[in-house]
């Protein structure tokens, strides 16, 4: 049989919560998990990058080719002809900053999108630096 006391006890104990040091060690063992957890993602998100400007570039470069031998050994003047050739549906975006602009010539300034050389058909993507693989965006 309960006694009298016993009933306002257990509302007191339901009531109860948790306490400041059982929040902290939650607190403490989430960030432990995250600072494991997002130093790999975002190594995986600039693996990914690097793969989809490396795909992207031989998209380009396989169409600037196509152009060529379709059209005497003639280049395009410009990345947009490939798409008004009907040799692209439209220029590809780089992987890093997703950016399919063109530039003419010159060197990286790491705007994004692409350089195209029509002296020689030569493209390469607008970032200075170094890939998540550590190889030189120059080298591409």
Do not use: C
Request: cysteine-free.
């Amino acid at each position: 049989m309960p006694t009298k006391g016993s009933g306002l006890d257990m509302r007191q104990q339901l009531q109860r919560g948790f306490t400041l040091i059982e929040l902290v060690m939650v607190i403490v063992i989430i960030g432990a998990l995250s600072a494991i957890i997002v130093p790999n993602f975002i190594d995986y998100t600039g693996k990914s990058g690097a793969q989809s400007t490396r795909a992207n570039i031989q998209i380009l470069r396989s169409a600037i080719q196509t152009f060529r031998s379709e059209n005497n050994g003639a280049l395009p003047a410009n990345l947009s002809a490939l798409v008004s050739g009907g040799y692209l549906p439209s220029v590809p975006e780089d992987g890093m900053l997703n950016v399919s602009s063109e530039q003419a010539g010159g060197s990286a300034d790491n705007s994004g999108g692409w350089i195209y050389f029509s002296t020689n058909g030569t493209v390469k993507p607008n970032l200075t630096g170094a890939d998540a693989y550590t190889k030189n965006w120059a080298d591409y």
